[in-house]
């Protein structure tokens, strides 16, 4: 059998990527100079966040981005109990990696997606902390994916550790999944899809119950019709962040490309995402709402103590 060409590593094409983007040389030019013939084998994606964050052809800002929102709280009050957030919204593969989480995980978290400056206020009134990682390359961003059970980011699993329950968001391909054909919603019709995953069966409940009365189609990645084929996408090993909570479990939910392009009027870019998020006929709010109803319920059992 002939060997095929080895791809380019993973360095070498981030390499050229970055360049490109800083320096405005002809990317195509440089991802051919970045492959050899010979080239390394691909690695793989990064062993963690810090081998990502240390590798020196990317540059934080350019490549790859990280924003958070931590709601302070302070109780002085000796004869009453102040509230504390409990639940925290993740998006560890957002901007052009798994396109529209970003959008979503602020939407989710109370704020508008199109402005998240400094100053600008909630859009709802509950409100909940957050943690986005965000490919910023104009191709090619997959390369910065990091599985999630290798996430080490001391700012995503501070806040995983500190919260009851976390929702972590992440966007997959309907063919991955492997469904049956003959599901109620074939590919061929509707290839929208959430997956519910995470280590927490009751918030897991609560989230189809909510996206299947948003009018979404939704599966639990543990439903027997479906667990074999759903292991890579079920959210269960305790390493990742969505199981690192107080409670040692949390959820997750994977939406497919088609899924997650009806939320928005446009899906096209970054910028045109957060200004046709609220332009999509209503589906991205039915989809954020009904998150954020799974999450009260789940809530509404966990008193502080």
């Known amino acids: 059998m002939t060997s095929s060409p080895r791809p380019a590593s993973r360095r070498t094409v981030l390499t050229a990527l970055a360049a490109a983007a800083t320096g405005g040389a002809p990317l195509v030019g440089q991802l051919a100079a970045a492959a050899p013939a010979a080239a390394a084998a ?16 990317l540059v934080e800002g350019t490549t790859y981005g990280r924003r958070f929102r931590r709601h302070q709280a302070a109780d002085f009050d000796l004869a009453t109990k102040a509230g504390y957030p409990r639940t925290a919204i993740l998006a560890l593969h957002g901007g052009g990696i798994e396109i529209g989480t970003s959008e979503l995980a602020l939407g989710i978290a109370g704020y508008d997606p199109g402005d998240i400056t400094p100053t600008a206020p909630a859009l709802l009134p509950a409100t909940y902390d957050y943690f986005l990682f965000e490919g910023l390359l104009s191709t090619g961003n997959k390369a910065l994916h990091v599985t999630s ?5 001391h700012v995503a699993l ?3 550790a500190s919260h009851l329950n976390v929702l972590s968001l992440h966007g997959c391909q309907y063919d991955q999944l492997g469904m049956p054909e003959l599901m109620i919603w074939p590919p061929s019709s509707d290839p929208r899809l959430a997956v519910v995953g995470g280590l927490n069966a009751e918030f897991r409940a609560a989230l189809v119950y909510e996206i299947d009365r948003a009018g979404f189609p939704v599966v639990d990645a543990f439903d027997s019709r479906y667990a074999n084929r759903l292991q890579d996408f079920n959210g269960s090993h305790v390493t990742n962040p969505c199981n690192l909570t107080m ?12 899924l997650r392009q009806s939320l928005f009027g446009d899906y096209s870019s970054r910028s045109r995402r957060a200004a046709t998020w609220d ?7 039915a989809f954020r709402d009904a998150c954020r109803r799974a ?11």
């Open 158 to 160: 501070s806040l995983a």
């Open 42 to 57: 691909d690695p793989g994606e990064y062993a963690s966040n810090t081998a990502l964050y240390k590798d020196p052809a």
């Open 247 to 258: 409670l040692r479990k949390g959820a997750q939910i994977e939406m497919t490309t088609e």
């Open 149 to 153: 059970r290798n996430c080490d980011d």
């Open 279 to 285: 332009k999509s006929n209503g589906q991205f709010e």
């Open 295 to 305: 999450i009260a319920t789940v809530e509404a059992n966990q008193p502080v103590l």
